[in-house]
């Protein structure tokens, strides 16, 4: 075929394509190939990206306990697509959605396939206020990636749910959430203890400054039952505490359904 140089020269300089079929011998038979200039890919059927909502959807379903790695495997794959959305382009960064898929999880038993607009708002307004340690300021920020990443999972996967969360977070959702973030009497202890340290000067979001806050702290008078932060321990899994753990959780879903 590379003998036919005028036919080659033609075909690339928007002639005739130039088309040889040849049999081969392989160790498998003899088969026929095509050689083809230019070539074309032919069409290949489409395949939709597969679902992450309806995966995330299985995850959580009949109140069984979440498998987490498989959680954040299609939690990380899910914010990559939402990065890459239009909903996406006036942020600059995206954290806060993590918030409350983690929490979702954690307090909920849910994932943002089917977290609700009831328990998204006992997120926003109660749970990240108490556990996050982040000052009153980013609570537009919070909010209008949330907005965003709701608006992204309705547009882009029709979930159900999202008008009803948008309503959650919106109206005066940044003032209350600022005002939530601001109120000491929200926080729990340990976030009243970062940011105590944080207060005084010390960078705590290192272990260095955290320690050195502990060390400077250590004879201050504090609330009873205040406990200083520990060193970080390796996690070990105890089977009975997990099966306590599942067993409360399906206990609160019930009796949040009932309370429904």
């Given at each position: 075929m590379l003998e036919e140089k005028q036919a080659l020269l033609?075909?690339?300089?928007?002639?005739a394509p130039l088309a040889r079929t040849l049999a081969v011998k392989t160790h498998a038979g003899e088969i026929e190939v095509t050689l083809r200039a230019p070539y074309e890919e032919?069409?290949?059927?489409?395949?939709?990206?597969?679902?992450?909502?309806?995966?995330?959807?299985e995850l959580a379903r009949d109140g069984e306990e979440i498998d987490q790695a498989a959680r954040h495997e299609l939690e990380d794959e899910l914010v990559?697509?939402?990065?890459?959305?239009?909903?996406?382009?006036?942020l600059t960064e995206v954290q806060a959605c993590r918030f409350v898929m983690d929490f979702a999880a954690d307090y909920f038993g849910a994932t943002i396939a089917t977290l609700g607009p009831s328990d998204l708002r006992e997120v926003v307004f109660e749970i990240i206020p108490r556990k996050v340690s982040i000052d009153a300021s980013q609570a537009g920020w919070i909010i209008e990636e949330n907005r965003a990443f709701f608006a992204f999972l309705k547009r882009e996967f029709g979930l159900e749910?999202?008008?009803?969360?948008?309503?959650?977070?919106?109206?005066?959702?940044?003032?209350?959430?600022?005002?939530?973030l601001a109120n000491k009497r929200n926080f729990g202890m340990a976030?009243?203890?970062f940011i105590s340290?944080?207060?005084a000067g010390f960078d705590v979001a290192t272990q260095a400054g955290l320690e050195a806050f502990m060390r400077v702290s250590e004879g201050t008078p504090r609330p009873i039952g205040f406990p200083f932060p520990a060193a970080p321990a390796p996690r070990r899994k105890d089977p009975a505490?997990?099966?306590a753990k599942k067993t409360q959780r399906k206990a609160t879903r019930s009796a949040r359904k009932k309370n429904g």
């Open positions: 033609a075909a690339w300089d928007g002639g032919p069409a290949s059927e489409f395949r939709p990206p597969y679902d992450v909502i309806a995966d995330l959807f990559r697509r939402f990065l890459h959305s239009p909903e996406a382009k006036p749910k999202a008008d009803a969360c948008l309503r959650v977070l919106g109206g005066d959702a940044v003032e209350r959430l600022t005002a939530a976030k009243s203890f340290g944080r207060e505490a997990a099966r």
